[in-house]
């Protein structure tokens, strides 16, 4: 079966850090650019972060620049997320998923919205991250 495991969630306290892994499983990471999403209950699924294939180009979003930093292996066949200053409002289930390599650049470049799910694929079943005093 072709999709991401995701692992590392949990609970932390506000100011706290954690460090999520992204396995690709049934595929070869390197032939993808990767994003980040995250879906708080009752909200969309949001985009936060992603990466080129040789990870020569990084974007984030707004709610979680200069906190998260986004990382990838491929010779593990896995992308990081470290989320760093947490905050409440970053308890979602986080999820990676892959994304054509033209299709980010046009992401870069503007010509395409960034992260519209209906781009991404091989998704998994996320892990949970609250964020909670």
């Known amino acids: 079966q072709l999709q991401f495991v995701e692992s590392g969630g949990g609970v932390v306290q506000p100011g706290g850090s954690l460090r999520l892994s992204c396995l690709a499983s049934?595929?070869?990471?390197?032939?993808?650019?990767i994003g980040w999403f995250r879906q708080a209950p009752g909200k969309e699924r949001e985009g936060v972060s992603g990466i080129s294939k040789n990870s020569g180009s990084i974007q984030y979003a707004d709610i979680v620049k200069d906190r998260f930093v986004i990382s990838r292996d491929n010779a593990k066949n896995t992308v990081y997320l470290q989320m760093n200053r947490l905050e409440p409002e970053d308890t979602a289930v986080y999820y990676c998923?892959?994304?054509?390599?033209?299709?980010?650049?046009?992401?870069?470049?503007?010509?395409?919205?960034?992260?519209?799910?209906?781009?991404?694929?091989?998704w998994g079943q996320g892990t949970q991250v609250t964020v909670s005093a």
């Open positions: 998923a892959a994304v054509p390599s033209d299709v980010f650049q046009k992401e870069l470049a503007g010509t395409v919205p960034p992260w519209d799910p209906e781009n991404y694929y091989y």
């Open positions: 049934g595929f070869s990471l390197d032939l993808y650019a």
